[in-house]
């Protein structure tokens, strides 16, 4: 499995960015994928995990009512993390994961893609 994140960018605070995770190989649908950050300096973070069918999601509470995770089981195996209202603490590089344990900041994620930068200016 391996998966690929993009969308990255220079963004004002209070403005918007969707990422995508590329997820390809075998068995899209067997993996939960979980989206999680590292700013410079800092340790990693989990932002918000989606089940294998999409219908249960798990935010950190600093993103919560800002950022929404989906997928797309049906065409392109694709994850998304929809960003609104961003703030500068935002600003750190994205990664994202899959898991067969779960989609929680607990879980154990067995593939991670390289990271999309995110920059938030104030």
């Known amino acids: 499995v391996q998966l690929q994140a993009s969308g990255g960018g220079l963004v004002q605070a209070g403005g918007s960015l969707r990422l995508s995770c590329a997820v390809s190989?075998?068995?899209?649908?067997?993996?939960?994928v979980g989206w999680f950050r590292q700013a410079s300096g800092k340790e990693r973070e989990f932002v918000a995990g989606i089940s294998r069918s999409g219908y249960s999601t798990y935010y950190a509470d600093s993103v919560k009512g800002r950022f929404t995770i989906s997928r797309d089981n049906a065409a392109k195996d694709t994850v998304y993390l929809q960003m609104n209202s961003l703030k500068p603490e935002d600003t750190a590089a994205y990664h994202c994961a899959a898991s067969t344990s779960g989609w929680g900041p607990l879980s154990q994620y067995d593939y991670w893609g390289q990271g999309t930068q995110v920059t938030v200016s104030s």
């Open positions: 190989g075998r068995g899209f649908n067997m993996y939960s």
